[in-house]
């Protein structure tokens, strides 16, 4: 069960920026109006949402949710592609 909240977690990291897009346009078009947010409130609204709707996921599967592994996880899918770019580069040289 401890995977499945890293897997949750992954997918949540995956989806901001394509999440991010949606929020960004719904915000501007019914919920906030003519409030501005920079891009980086943009980028935490959105992985705040998407963790709270994971956990309301796991809840909802009857998996003890642990904040610290759905926020591992999407730390990993947020920012797994530089990690993974970061390491290969210095196993090339």
């Known amino acids: ?31 906030l109006g003519g409030v501005p947010l920079s891009e980086k409130e943009f980028d935490m609204a959105a992985l705040l949402v998407l963790l709270i709707l994971a956990s309301i996921l796991l809840a909802i599967l009857s998996v003890d949710s642990s904040a610290f592994l759905l926020s591992l996880g999407a730390l990993f899918g947020l920012f797994g592609k530089r990690f993974w770019a970061r390491v290969s580069m210095k196993e090339s040289q």
């Open 1 to 31: 069960m401890m995977l499945l909240n890293l897997l949750v977690g992954l997918i949540a990291g995956l989806l901001v920026p394509r999440f991010e897009r949606w929020l960004r346009d719904f915000s501007e078009s019914v919920w």
